[in-house]
């Protein structure tokens, strides 16, 4: 079964430093997605990405973070200067279509903000 | 503002048993309601989810009930077993507005052999 694949597992940095979360989704979707879980809470939306462009975001991805799909495999989330309150899960997603249709998760990669 | 309210937070039951988790919304305009299912160090992974012109969804072990009136949804697991524990979180879209997923708190459920 196709799956959506996250690199790193784990990511440790310096604050300040910045990041680049990459994961490919599947395939033939088309909607990408990133949601972050920090430890014990729930799972919160980041931004979502269709056609080349953000089609959503939250409060929570303010200008230091950034999206992009390089090429036509990879979609790639950025954080310009990580804070401590930075870490966590962060899980990407694709979707075939929007709105009401199944989002299928990647297994995340972890980053810890020292 | 929460929008999505999950109980209970944590649940242990026998294997057999039915465990039931309950998550309320406060928006009528949502139209999708998935259920995830979390195993350590995985992402969530879609269960079993319902739209708002049905009240029950049964697949498999897994059954959703949907109270429209009542702005709640419920997943029942029947016959559970200790495969089933994980985290479990409701969520709900409202399509008009977009794709984005607003999860529950979640609840950790533990099957006991």
């Known amino acids: 079964e196709p799956e959506v694949t996250q690199t790193p597992s784990h990511q440790v940095t310096q604050m300040g430093q910045e990041v680049i979360l990459r994961c490919v989704p599947i395939s033939n979707h088309l909607y990408f997605y990133w949601y972050r879980q920090i430890l014990g809470q729930k799972v919160e939306f980041l931004v979502s990405f269709y056609n080349n462009e953000i089609s959503e975001k939250s409060e929570i991805f303010d200008d230091q973070f950034s999206v992009e799909r390089p090429d036509g495999s990879n979609f790639t989330l950025k954080i310009r200067s990580t804070k401590l309150e930075d870490s966590a899960m962060y899980f990407c997603a694709s979707g075939q279509t929007g709105g009401n249709q199944p989002q299928h998760f990647g297994d995340g990669t972890r980053l810890s903000i020292l | 503002q929460q929008q999505v309210k999950q109980s209970p937070q944590s649940l242990i039951v026998q294997k057999g048993g039915i465990p039931i988790i309950n998550c309320a919304y406060e928006n009528t305009a949502f139209d999708y309601f998935p259920w995830y299912q979390q195993f350590p160090g995985k992402g969530p992974a879609l269960l079993i989810a319902?739209?708002?012109?049905?009240s029950e969804k049964k697949e498999g072990r897994f059954t959703i009930s949907f109270n429209k009136s009542a702005k709640q949804f419920s997943l029942h697991i029947m016959d559970s077993q200790p495969g089933d524990s994980a985290t479990y979180f409701c969520a709900v879209i409202q399509e008009t507005s977009g794709s984005r997923l607003t999860f529950g708190e979640g609840t950790q459920l533990t099957v006991n052999p």
């Open positions: 319902i739209r708002p012109d049905v």
